[in-house]
């Protein structure tokens, strides 16, 4: 059974940072895909970051240059680093894998982590 957990996030004032990290296990294969999404109260759920195997990745465009995700393969691990959060950042934010690469970027998930909330003060 394949699970999800993760760890980090919590409450920072705005320009702070924060990391999540997200390791998978019981999965049996391969991670072609691994990433982030988040959902805000009263806001559609949405594809933070995504990332490859093999290193390749895709950002929403209102987290470009500001977050940075990465991945362990052998620890089928991966890493979201949050710089100069803005109050807007503020949701739950969800770890996703997919077992093959689908299309690019990502437009659903075939797991979901159970969410952890990042918190973002003005």
């Known amino acids: 059974q394949v699970q999800l957990v993760e760890s980090g996030g919590g409450l920072v004032q705005a320009g702070g940072s924060l990391s999540v990290s997200c390791a998978a296990s019981?999965?049996?294969?391969?991670?072609?895909?691994m990433g982030w999404s988040r959902q805000a109260p009263g806001r559609q759920r949405e594809v933070v970051a995504a990332?490859?195997?093999?290193?390749?990745?895709n950002y929403l465009d209102s987290v470009k240059g500001r977050f940075t995700i990465s991945r362990d393969n052998g620890k089928n691990t991966v890493y979201l680093q949050m710089n100069s959060l803005k109050p807007e950042d503020t949701a739950v934010y969800y770890c996703?894998?997919?077992?093959?690469?689908?299309?690019?970027?990502?437009?659903?998930?075939?797991?979901w982590g159970q969410g952890t909330q990042v918190t973002v003060s003005s």
């Open positions: 996703n894998i997919n077992r093959f690469k689908q299309t690019w970027p990502p437009q659903r998930w075939d797991y």
């Open positions: 019981g999965t049996g294969f391969s991670i072609d895909v």
């Open positions: 990332i490859t195997r093999g290193g390749r990745t």
